[in-house]
């Protein structure tokens, strides 16, 4: 068994995914994956769609089931949901019946954390994301873009040192999908959270990921990872940058050469 690097708070050792089909063939969605994430890393994947990005991410949160090789979250074998992990997904899948303050709680009291602390913590949270005066309104008297932070700091009430994404910001407006990348850099760098967060746009992937992992079509293998070395903090200007550009135009490249953009 080969142990991951101490320091990392996620490892993918050899990981390899197949799922069966009804016809009795079956679809192999992840092959052979090694990644090491490290603590208070934003990790951004990038590929294209069916390449296996949700499947990856849905292992790591312990609600797929691994095919063969290993996960490590913070130095033990995965097994099932982790209490240090929080994920959002492309819908935040709010409850309508529960204001926004109700639903961010929605996590803390599956744990049953005593609500006045976990109420405290969900303000605080609301604010963070811009939120602050619609606690006690309802999913849908809510835009898209302000359901989906509610869906983040219900993602982060139980303060999970690891934070899953996957398309969060997918079904926004370009504009809002701005603005929101840049509340997430800021949210990150406040509480220092592990991000690994998928995307089908590889500006996203640049302008959020210190490092961002290119996946191949299926079978999604790992084709190649950039260090983004871009100035922090990020702001919007560094995407008229020509470094940023060359980041962009090398991971086009690479999609394009494995057939990603067919
Ligand atoms: N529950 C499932 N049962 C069978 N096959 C599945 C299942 N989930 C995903 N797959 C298959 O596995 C492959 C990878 O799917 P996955 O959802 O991980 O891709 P993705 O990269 O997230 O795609 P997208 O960008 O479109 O969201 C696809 O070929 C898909 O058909
Ligand atoms: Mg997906």
Same mark, same amino acid.
């Given at each position: 068994?080969?142990?991951?690097?101490?320091?990392?708070?996620?490892?993918?050792?050899? &990981?390899?995914?197949?799922?069966?089909?009804?016809?009795?063939?079956?679809? &192999? *969605?992840?092959?052979?994956? #090694?990644?090491?994430? *490290?603590? +208070?890393?934003?990790?951004?994947?990038? +590929?294209?769609? /069916?390449?296996?990005?949700?499947?990856?991410?849905?292992?790591?949160?312990?609600?797929?089931?691994?095919?063969?090789?290993?996960?490590?979250?913070? +130095?033990?074998?995965?097994? @099932?949901? #982790?209490?240090?992990?929080?994920?959002?997904?492309?819908?935040?899948?709010?409850?309508?019946?529960?204001?926004?303050?109700?639903?961010?709680?929605?996590?803390?009291?599956?744990?049953?954390?005593?609500?006045?602390? =976990?109420?405290?913590?969900?303000? !605080?949270?609301?604010?963070?994301?811009?939120?602050?005066?619609?606690?006690?309104?309802?999913?849908?008297?809510?835009? /898209?873009?302000?359901?989906?932070?509610?869906?983040? $700091?219900?993602?982060?009430?139980?303060?999970?040192?690891?934070?899953?994404?996957?398309?969060?910001?997918?079904?926004?407006? *370009?504009?809002?999908? !701005? #603005?929101?990348?840049?509340?997430?850099? =800021?949210?990150? *760098?406040?509480?220092?959270?592990?991000?690994?967060?998928?995307?089908?746009?590889?500006? !996203?992937?640049?302008?959020? /990921?210190?490092?961002?992992? &290119?996946?191949?079509?299926?079978? @999604?293998?790992?084709?190649?990872?950039?260090?983004?070395?871009?100035? $922090?903090?990020?702001?919007?200007? &560094?995407?008229?940058?020509?470094?940023?550009?060359?980041?962009?135009?090398?991971?086009?490249?690479?999609?394009?050469?494995? /057939?990603?953009?067919?």
């Amino acid at each position: 068994m080969t142990h991951p690097t101490a320091a990392a708070v996620v490892s993918f050792r050899g &990981v390899h995914k197949r799922y069966a089909s009804h016809d009795g063939g079956g679809t &192999v *969605a992840l092959q052979d994956i #090694h990644l090491d994430v *490290a603590p +208070g890393e934003f990790v951004t994947v990038v +590929g294209p769609s /069916g390449c296996g990005k949700s499947t990856l991410l849905r292992i790591l949160a312990g609600i797929e089931r691994l095919g063969e090789g290993e996960v490590w979250v913070e +130095g033990a074998r995965s097994a @099932g949901p #982790h209490p240090s992990i929080g994920v959002v997904f492309q819908a935040p899948v709010l409850l309508p019946w529960r204001n926004v303050l109700d639903n961010v709680l929605v996590p803390a009291d599956i744990r049953r954390t005593p609500r006045a602390r =976990a109420r405290q913590r969900a303000l !605080e949270l609301l604010d963070m994301v811009g939120l602050a005066d619609f606690a006690t309104r309802y999913p849908a008297e809510l835009s /898209g873009g302000m359901q989906q932070r509610v869906g983040i $700091a219900r993602a982060l009430i139980n303060s999970p040192s690891l934070l899953l994404m996957d398309e969060p910001f997918g079904a926004l407006d *370009a504009m809002t999908r !701005e #603005h929101m990348n840049l509340q997430l850099l =800021a949210l990150q *760098a406040r509480l220092g959270t592990t991000v690994m967060l998928v995307t089908h746009s590889i500006p !996203e992937a640049v302008f959020l /990921g210190r490092r961002v992992v &290119v996946m191949t079509p299926r079978p @999604g293998r790992i084709t190649r990872v950039y260090d983004v070395a871009l100035d $922090a903090p990020r702001d919007l200007s &560094v995407i008229n940058t020509p470094r940023f550009g060359d980041y962009v135009a090398a991971i086009r490249a690479d999609l394009q050469a494995s /057939g990603g953009l067919d």
